[in-house]
């Protein structure tokens, strides 16, 4: 069946490092997108990748989507303390099932 | 103002008891989620509503029920039945299932005692 892994769990980075995290599919997804999730809030979307090898960017944050459709990474660069959170990706499968990655908490060490 | 509504914020119940968590959307939109989410883990599929009147299991679904009588309306009951139920819950709407953003609201924290 499909996986998806996302990677790393938890990255901690000195305030103005630039931080990326990693959507990994066993299968090419049809779709993918990015969201946010402050501490102690709930999930914002940010982004939604649909073609291969597409890049898009907001500001500090640059989203990519392989050009197989299986791999997926949002980079920010120069962190500041208000990028901290938990980042996650999720796709849609069968049924129009939508599922959540497990997630990259990232810290900014000020 | 248009959102997603959770209520109540937090929730505490005896161990044995059913719960029912509100949640309420005034979007318009005919897909809604129930996501489990427990500490440093994430978002875990529930139960799924495309249309009013319809709903399937999601990966966790046993010890939950669900109803979508009404567009707006996707209450979750918690059931004496699972084993775990102290975790943060979050409901989520969307125009349509499948490809559309997910709309989350503010969430319920339930502790079960």
């Known amino acids: 069946g499909q996986q998806v892994m996302q990677i790393p769990q938890y990255q901690h980075v000195q305030e103005g490092e630039d931080f990326t995290t990693y959507c990994n599919s066993s299968t090419t997804l049809s779709n993918i997108q990015w969201y946010k999730q402050r501490p102690g809030g709930h999930p914002v979307f940010l982004i939604q990748?649909?073609?291969?090898?597409e890049v898009k960017k907001q500001k500090r944050l640059t989203f990519q989507f392989g050009e197989a459709k299986k791999n997926s990474s949002l980079h920010i660069t120069a962190t500041q303390t208000t990028d901290v959170g938990t980042y996650f990706c999720s796709w849609s499968g069968g049924y129009q099932k939508v599922t959540f990655g497990t997630g990259t908490k990232l810290q900014v060490i000020p | 103002d248009g959102g997603i509504t959770q209520s109540p914020k937090y929730l505490f119940r005896k161990e044995g008891q059913n719960v029912t968590l509100s949640c309420e959307q005034n979007?318009?939109?005919?897909?809604m989620y129930w996501y489990r989410q427990d500490p440093g883990q994430g978002l875990r599929l529930i139960y799924y509503?495309?249309?009013?009147?319809?709903?399937q299991k999601g990966d966790i679904a046993e010890g939950y029920s669900v109803s979508r009588e009404k567009k707006e309306s996707f209450p979750l009951t918690v059931t004496s039945a699972q084993k775990n139920p102290t975790a943060f819950y979050l409901c989520?709407?969307?125009?349509?299932?499948?490809?559309?953003?997910?709309?989350f609201g503010p969430g319920t924290r339930l502790t079960v005692l």
């Open positions: 989520a709407s969307s125009i349509t299932s499948g490809r559309d953003t997910q709309y």
């Open positions: 990748l649909v073609k291969s090898g």
């Open positions: 979007l318009n939109h005919d897909a």
């Open positions: 509503s495309q249309i009013v009147n319809d709903f």
